[in-house]
Nanobody, 122 residues
Framework: VQLQASGGGLVQAGGSLRLTCAAS??????YGWFRQHLGKEREFVAA????????YYDDSVKGRFTISRDSAKNTLFLEMNSLKPEDTAVYYC??????????????????WGQGTQVTVSS
């Protein structure tokens, strides 16, 4: 199983970007996006959990970011609008079978993409 993230780049504050994560191999119960600011721990951004789950967002991105997945193409997306300089980070996609209580935890996911840099200028 492999995840390939793309779509990062440099954008001005208030702008938009769409991240894509192409997955190959088996499917999982959960798919998520995490990000890592320079020198900080990786943090949860958004996730989709199938089979009794739902869609989850961190409060910092709620209302601005939208996670979605094309099941037919096994591709995960993160639509990011109204970007802020504090959204600058390396963004990672992930897949796994987290239980409901661990959907926001990085250790709930087994497979990770390589990361894509998002830089938001002020």
């Amino acid at each position: 199983v492999q995840l390939q993230a793309s779509g990062g780049g440099l954008v001005q504050a208030g702008g938009s970007l769409r991240l894509t994560c192409a997955a190959s191999g088996r499917t999982f119960r959960g798919y998520g996006w995490f990000r890592q600011h320079l020198g900080k721990e990786r943090e949860f951004v958004a996730a989709i959990l199938y089979r009794g789950g739902g869609i989850y967002y961190d409060d910092s991105v709620k209302g601005r970011f939208t996670i979605s997945r094309d099941s037919a193409k096994n591709t995960l997306f993160l639509e990011m609008n109204s970007l802020k300089p504090e959204d600058t980070a390396v963004y990672y996609c992930a897949a796994g079978d987290p239980i409901l209580s661990s959907v926001r935890a990085s250790n709930g996911y087994r497979v990770w993409g390589q990361g894509t840099q998002v830089t938001v200028s002020s």
